[in-house]
């Protein structure tokens, strides 16, 4: 959605047009189906990393557009939040030592976003909920200033006509109202991409599936929010309901939120997790479309899709399917939006290696996943892993499996035989996914946030605990 300059859906005229593109882009999706069209390799990753701005006080600082101009590099963006920015890093074919490479890239473009914050005395911290953030931080002043953001706030605000009530209970209990989706903005993660095969793409957007709860237990890293301890990665419950354009009253109308885990396994071909959700989210934004997308395959030119991709940039499933072009060639990816940012470079790449592992090394025993287990076990994983992180217990192929031993003894195994399947360096795989095997055994980010704050306040004042923390973290 950041590539287009978008407009409401105003009048009958626009959304009758809007209709008849996206209408068009899934028939022109079947069509280079059909044709074998698509890139079958080589295969490739991707990632896109977002970053908080504090003060030399550890608090939020919004001054994103100020830092971006400093910057002044392509790869940087900004976020709904004005004290957060993105970095969209270069695509990697995956092979050799890519993961490295990214790594390299993602460390020397932060310094960069570091020496141009600190011209502002601003610093950068990576963390999933900067827990330094109050409800004064999330107010429509602090959105930033592009129409994008405020017409997307808008449309969502008209669409349910009543206030956002957030409820999210752990340890402690947050429950507020507010009055727009900048309850979004709290949220900072490490977005990966893997582009997959498009013949046996379903199969494996399932497998994605499927693994989402393990993966996740261990990466978790926002245990805080306002103060307050409430789940492992809260923001799969915070971005869940910030965004969400269901009035309270109309639930059972339309069953999922825009963000969602997802309700069934997919089946069929990727255009039909395409029409699901097109027929179950309604489009409230639109873009000025100059070409008719199945006009261009006939002409032997590849499409953008942009209708489509338009109304995917306005739904967000933890694990997304994506289209897009390289080299004139389109492609299928799957783009992995629960893993939070930080703490560091290192467990980023390390996260992002044990889930591609993961994908890769699936054992021929799970093709097909969506015949031999029950969805609702699956998304039962998520959200536990959500709430309880390394604690999790985990029913894994027909029994409870703790996640320390799930880990251990059948998913870092097969990570390492994907890795080695798609040729990545012994060097890279052994020194990444040691980093994992060290949090099995040692503590990850949210266990470690909520360990020294409670560790804090037998010291400091509450907010006090929370700026010392902060300021840890950036160490």
Known sequence: MGDLNVSKLKTKKDRANYIHHILNDIKALDLMIERGMFEEGPLRIGAEQEFCLVNENFLPESKSIEVLKVIDDPHFTTEISNYNLEINLDVFELKNDCFSKLHHQLDDLLEKAKKAAAKKGINLVLTGILPSLSVNNVGEQNMTDIERYSLLNEAIKSHRKQSFNIHI????????????VMLEGCNTSFQMHLQ???????????????????????????????????????????????????????LLNEKQSRVSFGSKWQTGTVTDIFKDNISRFRSFITTGFTKDSVDMINNNETPKLSALGLHN???????????????????????????????TTTDEIANMMFWVGVMLGKPKKYNNIHTLWDFKDVKTNFFNAARYGMATQFYWNGSFISSHKLILNVLLPMAYKGLYSAGITPKDTEYYLKVIKDRVEGTNGSEWIIRNYRQLQKTYRPFEAIQVLTANMYK
Do not use: M
């Open 313 to 343: 940039g306005t739904v967000y499933p933890w694990n997304r399917v994506c289209y897009g072009t390289i080299n004139g060639k389109p492609n299928l990816r799957i783009e992995n939006r629960y893993i939070p940012s930080g703490p």
């Open 169 to 180: 209970k752990g340890v402690d209990e947050l429950n507020l109202l507010h009055d727009s």
């Open 196 to 250: 997959l095969n498009p013949k046996d793409f379903v199969d494996n957007y399932n497998w994605a599936q499927a693994i989402a709860g393990p993966i996740l237990s261990i990466c978790t890293n926002s245990p805080v929010l306002f103060g307050k301890e409430l789940w492992k990665e809260t923001r799969i419950a915070l971005f869940t309901q910030s965004v969400d354009t269901r009035a309270n009253s109309y």
